[in-house]
Protein backbone atom coordinates (compact mmCIF):
# COMPACT_ATOMS: atom_id res chain seq x y z
CA UNK A 1 0.00 0.00 0.00
CA UNK A 2 3.08 2.44 1.00
CA UNK A 3 4.04 1.67 -2.70
CA UNK A 4 0.57 2.34 -4.10
CA UNK A 5 0.29 5.77 -2.34
CA UNK A 6 4.06 6.86 -3.31
CA UNK A 7 2.68 6.13 -7.00
CA UNK A 8 -0.55 8.01 -6.86
CA UNK A 9 1.48 10.89 -4.80
CA UNK A 10 3.90 11.23 -7.58
CA UNK A 11 1.19 11.13 -10.35
CA UNK A 12 -0.73 13.79 -8.85
CA UNK A 13 1.97 15.89 -8.84
CA UNK A 14 3.03 15.86 -12.59
CA UNK A 15 -0.30 16.59 -13.13
CA UNK A 16 -0.06 19.76 -11.07
CA UNK A 17 3.34 20.31 -12.29
CA UNK A 18 2.06 20.48 -15.84
CA UNK A 19 -0.69 23.03 -15.01
CA UNK A 20 -3.93 21.14 -13.43
CA UNK A 21 -5.79 23.38 -11.93
CA UNK A 22 -7.23 20.07 -10.30
CA UNK A 23 -6.66 16.74 -10.91
CA UNK A 24 -7.21 13.01 -9.83
CA UNK A 25 -4.55 10.01 -9.75
CA UNK A 26 -5.41 6.68 -9.06
CA UNK A 27 -2.92 3.70 -8.34
CA UNK A 28 -3.93 -0.16 -8.11
CA UNK A 29 -2.90 -3.55 -8.14
CA UNK A 30 -5.29 -6.39 -7.84
CA UNK A 31 -4.56 -10.16 -7.82
CA UNK A 32 -7.41 -13.17 -9.16
CA UNK A 33 -6.93 -17.08 -7.89
CA UNK A 34 -9.05 -19.06 -10.14
CA UNK A 35 -10.27 -22.80 -9.97
CA UNK A 36 -12.62 -23.57 -13.41
CA UNK A 37 -14.74 -26.37 -14.03
CA UNK A 38 -15.95 -27.45 -17.91
CA UNK A 39 -18.33 -30.23 -18.72
CA UNK A 40 -18.22 -31.15 -14.87
CA UNK A 41 -14.53 -31.58 -14.57
CA UNK A 42 -11.61 -29.61 -13.02
CA UNK A 43 -9.91 -27.93 -15.69
CA UNK A 44 -7.65 -25.05 -14.79
CA UNK A 45 -6.17 -23.42 -11.98
CA UNK A 46 -4.39 -20.11 -12.71
CA UNK A 47 -3.24 -16.85 -10.49
CA UNK A 48 -3.87 -13.94 -12.85
CA UNK A 49 -2.12 -10.07 -11.61
CA UNK A 50 -3.43 -6.39 -12.65
CA UNK A 51 -2.24 -2.70 -12.26
CA UNK A 52 -3.99 0.24 -13.00
CA UNK A 53 -3.33 3.71 -13.38
CA UNK A 54 -5.99 6.24 -13.88
CA UNK A 55 -5.38 9.97 -14.16
CA UNK A 56 -7.88 12.75 -14.37
CA UNK A 57 -6.92 16.59 -15.36
CA UNK A 58 -9.11 20.08 -15.46
CA UNK A 59 -7.02 22.88 -16.76
CA UNK A 60 -9.26 26.08 -17.79
CA UNK A 61 -12.55 23.98 -17.59
CA UNK A 62 -11.29 21.21 -20.19
CA UNK A 63 -10.98 17.71 -18.60
CA UNK A 64 -8.99 14.68 -19.31
CA UNK A 65 -9.02 11.46 -19.02
CA UNK A 66 -6.43 8.60 -19.01
CA UNK A 67 -5.27 5.10 -18.08
CA UNK A 68 -2.86 2.45 -18.48
CA UNK A 69 -1.32 -0.74 -16.67
CA UNK A 70 1.75 0.67 -16.30
CA UNK A 71 2.99 2.07 -12.97
CA UNK A 72 6.91 2.61 -13.58
CA UNK A 73 8.20 6.29 -12.80
CA UNK A 74 8.44 6.87 -17.03
CA UNK A 75 4.93 5.55 -17.55
CA UNK A 76 3.73 8.24 -14.48
CA UNK A 77 5.22 11.16 -16.41
CA UNK A 78 3.81 9.89 -20.06
CA UNK A 79 0.30 8.69 -18.92
CA UNK A 80 0.22 12.40 -17.03
CA UNK A 81 1.39 14.55 -20.22
CA UNK A 82 -0.80 12.41 -22.28
CA UNK A 83 -3.66 12.90 -19.75
CA UNK A 84 -2.91 16.90 -19.91
CA UNK A 85 -2.76 16.68 -23.46
CA UNK A 86 -6.33 14.99 -23.58
CA UNK A 87 -7.62 17.77 -21.43
CA UNK A 88 -6.43 20.42 -24.05
CA UNK A 89 -7.95 18.91 -26.96
CA UNK A 90 -11.40 18.65 -25.29
CA UNK A 91 -14.21 21.67 -25.23
CA UNK A 92 -14.07 23.59 -22.16
CA UNK A 93 -17.47 23.16 -19.68
CA UNK A 94 -17.62 24.91 -16.40
CA UNK A 95 -19.77 21.95 -15.16
CA UNK A 96 -16.30 19.52 -14.08
CA UNK A 97 -15.81 19.21 -11.09
CA UNK A 98 -14.65 17.12 -8.01
CA UNK A 99 -14.85 16.89 -4.14
CA UNK A 100 -13.33 19.40 -2.07
CA UNK A 101 -13.81 18.51 1.49
CA UNK A 102 -10.43 17.09 3.00
CA UNK A 103 -10.70 13.50 3.39
CA UNK A 104 -7.90 10.98 4.64
CA UNK A 105 -9.65 7.56 4.87
CA UNK A 106 -8.73 3.72 5.22
CA UNK A 107 -10.93 1.14 4.40
CA UNK A 108 -10.48 -3.15 4.74
CA UNK A 109 -13.22 -4.69 3.50
CA UNK A 110 -13.97 -8.54 3.31
CA UNK A 111 -11.01 -11.06 3.17
CA UNK A 112 -8.29 -9.69 1.72
CA UNK A 113 -6.27 -12.84 2.32
CA UNK A 114 -7.15 -15.94 0.23
CA UNK A 115 -8.07 -19.44 2.16
CA UNK A 116 -7.31 -21.10 -1.01
CA UNK A 117 -7.48 -25.37 0.08
CA UNK A 118 -11.21 -24.03 1.48
CA UNK A 119 -12.01 -22.44 -1.50
CA UNK A 120 -11.19 -26.18 -3.42
CA UNK A 121 -13.16 -27.80 -0.79
CA UNK A 122 -16.00 -25.97 -1.26
CA UNK A 123 -15.70 -26.08 -4.99
CA UNK A 124 -15.22 -29.84 -4.97
CA UNK A 125 -18.50 -30.35 -2.34
CA UNK A 126 -20.43 -28.31 -4.84
CA UNK A 127 -19.58 -30.19 -7.29
CA UNK A 128 -20.15 -33.52 -5.91
CA UNK A 129 -23.74 -32.24 -4.39
CA UNK A 130 -24.93 -31.50 -7.88
CA UNK A 131 -23.78 -34.38 -9.12
CA UNK A 132 -25.44 -36.13 -6.04
CA UNK A 133 -28.56 -34.16 -6.22
CA UNK A 134 -29.16 -33.03 -9.21
CA UNK A 135 -28.08 -36.15 -11.90
CA UNK A 136 -29.42 -34.40 -14.93
CA UNK A 137 -27.42 -30.79 -14.48
CA UNK A 138 -24.46 -30.47 -16.64
CA UNK A 139 -22.29 -28.04 -15.34
CA UNK A 140 -21.16 -26.21 -18.90
CA UNK A 141 -18.81 -23.37 -16.46
CA UNK A 142 -18.00 -22.91 -12.87
CA UNK A 143 -15.32 -20.29 -11.96
CA UNK A 144 -14.65 -20.00 -8.20
CA UNK A 145 -12.17 -17.65 -7.97
CA UNK A 146 -10.79 -14.89 -4.52
CA UNK A 147 -10.11 -11.75 -6.05
CA UNK A 148 -7.24 -9.51 -3.41
CA UNK A 149 -7.57 -5.47 -4.66
CA UNK A 150 -5.69 -2.96 -3.23
CA UNK A 151 -6.00 1.10 -4.49
CA UNK A 152 -5.28 4.37 -3.55
CA UNK A 153 -6.91 7.41 -4.37
CA UNK A 154 -5.69 10.72 -4.16
CA UNK A 155 -6.52 14.46 -5.54
CA UNK A 156 -5.82 17.70 -5.71
CA UNK A 157 -7.64 19.19 -2.84
CA UNK A 158 -5.80 16.83 0.01
CA UNK A 159 -8.47 14.18 -0.72
CA UNK A 160 -6.75 10.56 -0.06
CA UNK A 161 -8.65 7.31 0.45
CA UNK A 162 -7.01 3.78 0.60
CA UNK A 163 -8.87 1.09 0.00
CA UNK A 164 -7.58 -3.06 0.69
CA UNK A 165 -10.51 -5.91 0.15
CA UNK A 166 -10.64 -9.46 -0.86
CA UNK A 167 -13.85 -11.24 -1.69
CA UNK A 168 -14.84 -14.91 -3.15
CA UNK A 169 -16.81 -14.72 -6.20
CA UNK A 170 -18.69 -18.17 -7.64
CA UNK A 171 -19.91 -18.11 -10.96
CA UNK A 172 -22.16 -20.92 -12.69
CA UNK A 173 -23.55 -21.60 -15.96
CA UNK A 174 -25.79 -24.79 -16.38
CA UNK A 175 -28.55 -27.00 -17.79
CA UNK A 176 -31.00 -29.63 -17.76
CA UNK A 177 -29.76 -33.03 -19.74
CA UNK A 178 -32.06 -35.90 -20.53
CA UNK A 179 -31.77 -37.94 -23.42
CA UNK A 180 -31.69 -36.01 -26.43
CA UNK A 181 -34.09 -33.34 -24.32
CA UNK A 182 -32.34 -30.22 -22.70
CA UNK A 183 -33.19 -26.90 -20.98
CA UNK A 184 -32.41 -23.28 -21.72
CA UNK A 185 -29.36 -22.69 -20.25
CA UNK A 186 -29.42 -20.87 -16.49
CA UNK A 187 -26.83 -19.35 -14.72
CA UNK A 188 -26.68 -18.04 -10.89
CA UNK A 189 -23.35 -16.59 -8.80
CA UNK A 190 -22.16 -14.74 -5.57
CA UNK A 191 -19.93 -12.81 -4.18
CA UNK A 192 -19.21 -13.87 -0.62
CA UNK A 193 -16.43 -12.42 2.02
CA UNK A 194 -16.22 -15.92 4.11
CA UNK A 195 -16.53 -20.10 3.07
CA UNK A 196 -18.44 -21.17 6.30
CA UNK A 197 -21.39 -22.19 4.06
CA UNK A 198 -21.68 -24.36 1.84
CA UNK A 199 -21.58 -22.69 -1.72
CA UNK A 200 -24.84 -24.28 -3.10
CA UNK A 201 -26.82 -23.18 -0.06
CA UNK A 202 -25.90 -19.35 -0.93
CA UNK A 203 -27.91 -16.89 -3.66
CA UNK A 204 -30.54 -18.32 -5.72
CA UNK A 205 -27.83 -21.88 -6.40
CA UNK A 206 -29.87 -24.38 -5.54
CA UNK A 207 -33.38 -22.88 -6.50
CA UNK A 208 -31.72 -22.07 -9.93
CA UNK A 209 -30.46 -26.32 -10.52
CA UNK A 210 -33.64 -27.44 -9.14
CA UNK A 211 -34.96 -26.02 -12.13
CA UNK A 212 -32.88 -26.32 -14.43
CA UNK A 213 -33.99 -29.87 -13.98
CA UNK A 214 -37.65 -28.94 -14.09
CA UNK A 215 -37.37 -27.31 -17.39
CA UNK A 216 -35.68 -29.94 -19.56
CA UNK A 217 -39.00 -30.64 -20.87
CA UNK A 218 -41.66 -28.14 -21.87
CA UNK A 219 -44.42 -26.88 -23.87
CA UNK A 220 -45.06 -23.67 -25.75
CA UNK A 221 -47.98 -21.21 -24.02
CA UNK A 222 -50.55 -21.33 -26.03
CA UNK A 223 -52.48 -17.90 -26.96
CA UNK A 224 -52.21 -13.61 -26.26
CA UNK A 225 -53.41 -12.74 -22.61
CA UNK A 226 -53.26 -10.03 -20.19
CA UNK A 227 -51.70 -12.05 -16.95
CA UNK A 228 -49.78 -11.92 -13.68
CA UNK A 229 -46.00 -12.68 -14.11
CA UNK A 230 -43.93 -13.31 -10.78
CA UNK A 231 -40.39 -12.48 -11.47
CA UNK A 232 -37.58 -14.39 -9.10
CA UNK A 233 -34.96 -12.17 -8.00
CA UNK A 234 -32.88 -12.15 -10.42
CA UNK A 235 -35.34 -11.34 -13.05
CA UNK A 236 -36.50 -8.56 -11.42
CA UNK A 237 -33.14 -6.90 -10.88
CA UNK A 238 -32.86 -7.06 -14.47
CA UNK A 239 -36.12 -5.08 -14.68
CA UNK A 240 -35.36 -2.46 -11.92
CA UNK A 241 -32.23 -1.57 -13.89
CA UNK A 242 -34.34 -0.99 -17.00
CA UNK A 243 -36.41 0.68 -14.82
CA UNK A 244 -33.90 3.02 -13.41
CA UNK A 245 -31.84 3.03 -16.46
CA UNK A 246 -34.89 4.41 -18.59
CA UNK A 247 -36.26 7.41 -15.71
CA UNK A 248 -33.05 7.97 -13.14
CA UNK A 249 -30.08 7.44 -14.98
CA UNK A 250 -28.19 10.53 -15.46
CA UNK A 251 -27.53 10.33 -18.77
CA UNK A 252 -31.39 9.98 -19.53
CA UNK A 253 -31.76 13.45 -17.36
CA UNK A 254 -29.07 15.33 -19.16
CA UNK A 255 -30.46 14.46 -22.40
CA UNK A 256 -34.00 15.04 -21.26
CA UNK A 257 -35.83 11.83 -22.62
CA UNK A 258 -36.82 10.56 -19.08
CA UNK A 259 -40.50 10.40 -18.67
CA UNK A 260 -39.99 11.39 -14.59
CA UNK A 261 -37.30 14.60 -15.32
CA UNK A 262 -40.13 17.15 -13.57
CA UNK A 263 -41.19 13.80 -10.63
CA UNK A 264 -38.81 14.21 -7.85
CA UNK A 265 -41.21 13.91 -5.31
CA UNK A 266 -43.63 12.38 -6.45
CA UNK A 267 -45.63 9.11 -6.72
CA UNK A 268 -44.35 7.18 -10.16
CA UNK A 269 -44.45 3.19 -8.70
CA UNK A 270 -47.00 1.59 -6.56
CA UNK A 271 -46.47 3.14 -3.26
CA UNK A 272 -45.62 -0.42 -1.43
CA UNK A 273 -41.85 -0.08 -3.86
CA UNK A 274 -39.02 0.87 -2.00
CA UNK A 275 -35.41 0.43 -3.86
CA UNK A 276 -32.53 1.62 -2.04
CA UNK A 277 -28.67 1.95 -3.77
CA UNK A 278 -27.00 0.79 -0.81
CA UNK A 279 -23.07 0.28 -1.53
CA UNK A 280 -23.01 -0.01 2.72
CA UNK A 281 -25.58 -2.31 3.07
CA UNK A 282 -24.74 -5.43 5.15
CA UNK A 283 -25.82 -7.51 2.69
CA UNK A 284 -23.55 -6.15 0.22
CA UNK A 285 -19.96 -7.38 -0.11
CA UNK A 286 -17.37 -4.76 -0.32
CA UNK A 287 -19.34 -2.04 -1.74
CA UNK A 288 -17.96 1.49 -2.71
CA UNK A 289 -17.22 3.59 -0.57
CA UNK A 290 -16.06 6.91 -2.59
CA UNK A 291 -16.75 8.01 -6.17
CA UNK A 292 -14.24 9.07 -8.42
CA UNK A 293 -14.82 12.47 -8.36
CA UNK A 294 -13.68 12.20 -4.44
CA UNK A 295 -16.94 12.02 -2.75
CA UNK A 296 -17.68 9.15 0.15
CA UNK A 297 -20.31 7.18 -0.52
CA UNK A 298 -23.55 7.06 1.05
CA UNK A 299 -26.65 4.73 0.71
CA UNK A 300 -30.00 6.95 -0.82
CA UNK A 301 -33.64 5.89 -1.57
CA UNK A 302 -33.90 6.08 -5.29
CA UNK A 303 -37.89 5.35 -5.00
CA UNK A 304 -39.40 5.51 -1.39
CA UNK A 305 -42.99 3.90 -0.93
CA UNK A 306 -43.58 5.03 -4.41
CA UNK A 307 -42.15 8.13 -4.55
CA UNK A 308 -39.12 9.14 -6.55
CA UNK A 309 -36.44 10.66 -4.28
CA UNK A 310 -33.61 11.00 -6.27
CA UNK A 311 -31.89 10.91 -9.86
CA UNK A 312 -28.73 8.74 -10.11
CA UNK A 313 -26.80 12.05 -11.09
CA UNK A 314 -23.07 12.57 -10.70
CA UNK A 315 -21.46 15.78 -9.41
CA UNK A 316 -20.90 16.57 -13.13
CA UNK A 317 -24.63 15.99 -14.32
CA UNK A 318 -25.85 18.13 -11.51
CA UNK A 319 -24.28 20.90 -12.08
CA UNK A 320 -25.23 20.60 -15.73
CA UNK A 321 -29.14 20.24 -14.95
CA UNK A 322 -28.85 22.11 -11.52
CA UNK A 323 -29.86 19.17 -9.73
CA UNK A 324 -28.93 16.68 -6.68
CA UNK A 325 -25.73 14.79 -6.77
CA UNK A 326 -26.71 10.89 -5.77
CA UNK A 327 -24.48 10.12 -2.38
CA UNK A 328 -23.15 7.15 -4.59
CA UNK A 329 -22.19 5.70 -7.99
CA UNK A 330 -22.89 1.96 -7.23
CA UNK A 331 -25.25 -0.27 -8.49
CA UNK A 332 -26.28 -2.51 -5.78
CA UNK A 333 -29.90 -2.40 -5.14
CA UNK A 334 -31.64 -3.34 -2.19
CA UNK A 335 -35.39 -3.61 -1.95
CA UNK A 336 -37.60 -3.58 1.04
CA UNK A 337 -39.79 -6.73 1.30
CA UNK A 338 -43.06 -7.38 1.03
CA UNK A 339 -45.95 -8.85 3.46
CA UNK A 340 -46.72 -11.72 1.45
CA UNK A 341 -44.74 -15.55 0.31
CA UNK A 342 -43.82 -16.13 -2.96
CA UNK A 343 -45.82 -19.49 -2.33
CA UNK A 344 -49.17 -17.41 -1.69
CA UNK A 345 -48.53 -15.10 -4.83
CA UNK A 346 -48.51 -18.37 -6.66
CA UNK A 347 -51.66 -19.39 -4.92
CA UNK A 348 -53.27 -16.31 -5.73
CA UNK A 349 -52.15 -16.41 -9.80
CA UNK A 350 -55.40 -17.45 -12.04
CA UNK A 351 -53.27 -17.36 -15.03
CA UNK A 352 -49.69 -16.33 -15.22
CA UNK A 353 -46.04 -17.14 -15.77
CA UNK A 354 -43.06 -17.42 -13.16
CA UNK A 355 -40.10 -16.13 -15.11
CA UNK A 356 -36.19 -16.43 -13.72
CA UNK A 357 -34.53 -14.34 -17.36
CA UNK A 358 -35.62 -11.81 -19.69
CA UNK A 359 -33.83 -11.55 -22.74
CA UNK A 360 -35.03 -8.64 -24.95
CA UNK A 361 -33.83 -5.52 -26.01
CA UNK A 362 -33.39 -1.99 -24.98
CA UNK A 363 -36.77 -0.34 -23.56
CA UNK A 364 -37.85 2.17 -25.74
CA UNK A 365 -37.14 5.72 -24.22
CA UNK A 366 -40.86 5.68 -23.07
CA UNK A 367 -40.70 2.46 -21.41
CA UNK A 368 -42.17 0.09 -23.36
CA UNK A 369 -40.37 -3.36 -23.73
CA UNK A 370 -40.52 -6.68 -25.51
CA UNK A 371 -38.69 -9.88 -24.82
CA UNK A 372 -38.70 -13.60 -24.62
CA UNK A 373 -39.51 -15.19 -21.06
CA UNK A 374 -36.42 -17.68 -19.82
CA UNK A 375 -36.54 -20.25 -17.46
CA UNK A 376 -40.58 -20.03 -17.04
CA UNK A 377 -43.29 -22.16 -15.61
CA UNK A 378 -46.42 -21.76 -16.31
CA UNK A 379 -48.95 -20.68 -13.50
CA UNK A 380 -52.63 -21.66 -13.84
CA UNK A 381 -55.36 -21.42 -10.83
CA UNK A 382 -52.77 -21.21 -8.77
CA UNK A 383 -50.53 -23.83 -9.13
CA UNK A 384 -47.52 -24.53 -11.31
CA UNK A 385 -48.19 -26.12 -14.10
CA UNK A 386 -45.08 -27.30 -15.79
CA UNK A 387 -42.32 -25.38 -17.43
CA UNK A 388 -42.86 -23.39 -21.19
CA UNK A 389 -40.81 -21.94 -23.73
CA UNK A 390 -41.53 -19.88 -26.96
CA UNK A 391 -43.26 -17.47 -24.24
CA UNK A 392 -42.89 -13.65 -24.87
CA UNK A 393 -43.68 -11.01 -22.46
CA UNK A 394 -44.29 -7.25 -23.38
CA UNK A 395 -45.29 -4.29 -21.38
CA UNK A 396 -44.28 -0.81 -20.14
CA UNK A 397 -41.80 -0.28 -17.81
CA UNK A 398 -43.65 2.44 -15.75
CA UNK A 399 -47.09 0.55 -16.18
CA UNK A 400 -45.83 -2.45 -15.03
CA UNK A 401 -44.08 -0.82 -11.85
CA UNK A 402 -47.79 0.72 -11.10
CA UNK A 403 -49.33 -2.49 -10.83
CA UNK A 404 -47.47 -5.01 -8.34
CA UNK A 405 -49.44 -7.60 -7.68
CA UNK A 406 -47.26 -9.06 -4.45
CA UNK A 407 -43.85 -8.27 -2.72
CA UNK A 408 -42.06 -11.27 -1.09
CA UNK A 409 -41.16 -11.54 2.71
CA UNK A 410 -38.09 -13.75 1.78
CA UNK A 411 -35.26 -11.93 -0.17
CA UNK A 412 -32.44 -13.37 -1.87
CA UNK A 413 -29.16 -12.02 -1.43
CA UNK A 414 -26.17 -12.62 -3.35
CA UNK A 415 -23.78 -10.15 -2.12
CA UNK A 416 -24.21 -7.25 -4.64
CA UNK A 417 -28.18 -7.27 -4.58
CA UNK A 418 -30.74 -7.70 -2.04
CA UNK A 419 -33.94 -8.34 -3.49
CA UNK A 420 -37.50 -10.19 -3.41
CA UNK A 421 -39.68 -11.73 -5.26
CA UNK A 422 -42.33 -9.61 -7.34
CA UNK A 423 -45.74 -10.97 -9.11
CA UNK A 424 -46.97 -8.16 -11.54
CA UNK A 425 -50.51 -7.80 -13.44
CA UNK A 426 -51.52 -6.72 -16.66
CA UNK A 427 -48.57 -8.06 -18.81
CA UNK A 428 -49.73 -9.09 -22.03
CA UNK A 429 -48.28 -12.46 -22.28
CA UNK A 430 -47.72 -14.30 -25.98
CA UNK A 431 -47.21 -17.97 -27.24
CA UNK A 432 -47.90 -19.64 -30.49
Not at 408 to 416: H, L, P, Y
Request: aromatic share 6%; proline share 3%; hydrophobic share 40%.
Amino acid sequence: MNELQHIANTGLQALKNLGADSAVCQAGRSQLREFNVDAGKFSLLRTTFDSSLNMTAIKDHKRGVVSTNDLSDAALQATAQECLAAAEASQPDEAWTLATEKQDKSFTLGAPEADLDKLFMRSKELLDTIHREYPKVMMEQMIVSHRRSERVYVNSNDITYRMLYGQYEVSLMFSGHEGDKSSSFNGSGVVVDNLDQPLIELGDIRQALRDAELQIHTTATEGKFEGTVIMTPMCLGNFLFMLLDNYTDGGVILEGTSQWKDKLGQQVTDPRLTVRIAPLHDAVVCGERYTQEGFLSEDYDVIKDGVLKQFGLSAYIANKVGGKRAPNTAANMVVSPGDTTLEDMIAGTKKGLLVSRFSGGQPGTNGDFSGVAKNTFLIEDGKIAGAVNETMISGNLADVFNNIAGISKQRNSDGMFLLPWMAFNGITISGK
